[in-house]
């Protein structure tokens, strides 16, 4: 199907959808739902038949006012009636529509009466039976109401990007083994680096598409193969991880690999330049008229539009294109730039290595240094050191450095930031550190005019380095804490102090708008593994996707300097 005419029934769609929330006139719903079937079904391409002098009012179901929308958006991309009602009903509505069981009149009922506005809002109501006092549902709708949002929830469950790793990992090792089967690349938001991916998006070259079909659904992973043809799959893996899999021919990879790449708000942009240009792209190429003018790979696609090659994990319409267009785009940082890492664990506090084990894990990772960074003693959960363990571990350190090779040790502390913004331990402790980590672990739940003084008295103090997962969020888990962090960023400007990036799968914080803004603001971030076991300097990578999803170059983090320029950087903060 021509790529504009589901755009345009996309729309539509979605105007029928808000339309009937709203409770608005059956009919002219109805015209909106016809008209997005019918362009479904067509196989012409509107923008051709426009462009050939056809009247679109000639098309069944068509009257003048769609047929005004329909030239809106293929003259300007975007559909002003649907932007208007857009900002009128609640963005989530639209989701229960789409729960067996559950029609408009409903979805006008519980918002209207409940103020149900999202699932997460429907499953508790039902839960604690308060949908069974509507007029109309009874405790039997409330029942089937409930499973199909439990069950709607549960595939619309995320994946943290590294739990992700570690099932894509094998599978593409599996699929490159795979007989005549040429390339293979994970696109979708695992190669942009997401946070969190909500499935698999995996393209393959291969001379036999059956073949490589087949042994794809043969893995010894998959758990239910959803859908298999001669050039698409769908499986789920035994964790629940969907994968869609397809093969495409070589000449057109580059624009395939661009189209499942996204992010979709990216593709969308992308479209409108070469629309703008009288071109056409989709996912087989970028065409002038029936011409293939560029598509066998990225780069000549990003080339003919007059765009520089973008990064993946820029890839989401904020600001990629016009830096494109001027080659004015980041140089992002890699994993290979890391000369250091500031925060650890031993043993000596919730970590479970030693301190030669985690020192020797580090260098053979290449890295010159290793901050060892425990918990303070206001962590009690967490074994956290009073003065006299600390001051014991520094000396540790000190002689550990002298038979080490390949690496130094740099003495840090990870203190608690107690609630009044003061530090953990006493500043003549801090003193005899290389560098001083503070870190939010209580006191979530503070206004944000508190939780913003607490931290800002906090790296008021002299001994200041570097400020922990500076959001505290913990993805699926715990929300970020109310915070102002432009101010926060800005004080650590004026201050001359550091914002950590903490690179466990489970947080990746600072989140990458702030590492934007910490970068505009000349904020250097360092790029922590928070290393809990010699394994986890692994977590680096992410910190790595997320840093370049942030804009981030080599120079506007911490710990890419030599050992020797980041003591001078150290001594610096120190007032
Ligand atoms: P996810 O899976 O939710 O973490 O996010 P993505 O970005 O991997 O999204 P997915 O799997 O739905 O689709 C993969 C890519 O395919 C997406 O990034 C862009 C492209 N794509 C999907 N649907 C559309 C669409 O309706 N329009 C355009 N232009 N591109 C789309
Ligand atoms: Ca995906
Ligand atoms: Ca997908």
């Known amino acids: 199907m021509p790529s504009d005419n589901e755009q345009i ?20 719903i109805r015209a909106y739902r016809t008209a997005a079937r019918n362009l479904r079904a067509l196989n012409k391409d509107v923008r051709r038949m426009r462009e050939a002098g056809e009247d679109l009012t000639d098309f069944p179901g068509i009257g003048k006012d769609l047929a005004a929308k329909i030239e809106e958006i293929l003259d300007t991309g975007r559909c002003r009636a649907l932007e208007k009602l857009r900002r009128k009903v609640p963005p989530d509505l639209g989701e229960l529509l789409r729960l067996p069981g559950i029609g408009p009149k409903r979805v006008h009922a519980l918002y209207h009466e409940l103020d149900i506005q999202n699932l997460e809002q429907l499953q508790r109501a039902a839960r604690d039976g308060e949908i069974r006092e509507l007029s109309g549902f009874g405790p039997k709708t409330e029942a089937r109401l409930l499973e199909a949002v439990e069950k709607h929830r549960d595939s619309e469950r995320r994946f943290k990007l590294a739990e992700a790793a570690r099932y894509a990992e094998p599978l593409q090792a599996w699929l490159e083994g795979g ?29 036999d598409g059956r073949q490589a079909i087949q042994h794809f659904t043969h893995y010894e992973d998959v758990d239910t193969v959803v859908s298999s043809g001669s050039t698409r799959a769908t499986v789920i893996l035994s964790n629940g991880l969907q994968v869609d899999l397809r093969v495409v021919p070589k000449v057109s990879y580059g624009a395939a690999l661009h189209y499942f790449t996204g992010s979709k708000a990216h593709n969308i942009a992308v479209r409108r330049i070469a629309q703008k240009k009288g071109w056409k792209i989709n996912e087989y190429g970028l065409y002038e008229g029936d011409k293939r003018i560029a598509g066998e790979t990225e780069a000549s696609l990003f080339k003919q539009l007059g765009l520089a090659y973008i990064e993946p994990e820029l890839r989401e319409n904020r600001g990629e294109i016009e830096a494109a267009r001027e080659d004015k785009l980041p140089k992002l940082i890699k994993l290979t730039d890391l000369r250091g890492d500031l925060h650890c664990h031993t043993r000596a506090s919730d970590g479970q290595g030693s301190l030669r084990a985690m020192a020797e894990a580090a260098r053979d990772r290449g890295l010159d240094y290793l901050a060892i960074t425990e918990h303070s003693k206001h962590l009690a959960v967490a074994h956290g050191l009073d003065s006299d363990r600390l001051l014991k571990q520094v000396d540790a350190i000190a002689e550990l450095n002298d038979i080490l090779d390949g690496i130094t040790l740099l003495s840090g502390i990870e203190v608690d930031i107690l609630e009044d913004g003061s530090l953990d331990l006493p500043d003549e402790v801090l003193d005899r550190l290389d560098l001083v980590i503070g870190a939010v672990h209580s006191q979530f739940n503070l206004s944000r005019k508190q939780q913003t003084e607490r931290i800002l008295r906090a790296m008021d103090s002299p001994h200041f380095t570097l400020l922990a997962h500076p959001s505290g969020r913990l993805i699926d888990k715990r929300e970020p804490y109310a915070v102002d962090m432009e101010r926060i960023i800005h004080q650590a400007a004026q201050r001359g102090c550091y914002l950590e990036l903490n690179a466990n799968p489970d947080r990746l914080d600072l989140l990458d708008s702030h590492c934007r803004l910490a970068k505009e603001e000349g904020v250097l971030v360092s790029i922590n593994s928070d290393a809990h076991s010699p394994a986890a300097f692994e977590h680096l990578r992410f910190g790595i996707g997320q840093a370049r999803r942030g804009w981030l170059e080599k120079d506007d983090v911490l710990n890419t300097r030599s050992l020797t320029a980041l003591r001078k950087l150290l001594k610096q903060t120190r007032q």
Do not use: C, H, M
Request: aromatic share 6%; hydrophobic share 45%; net charge negative.
């Open 9 to 28: 029934a996309e729309i539509f769609d979605e105007i029928a959808d808000l339309l009937e929330i709203e409770g608005d006139n059956p009919f002219r």
């Open 179 to 207: 007989k005549n089967i040429e390339q293979v690349v994970i696109a979708g938001s695992y190669r942009r680096a997401k946070e969190t991916v909500g499935d698999l998006d995996i393209l393959v070259i291969a001379r």
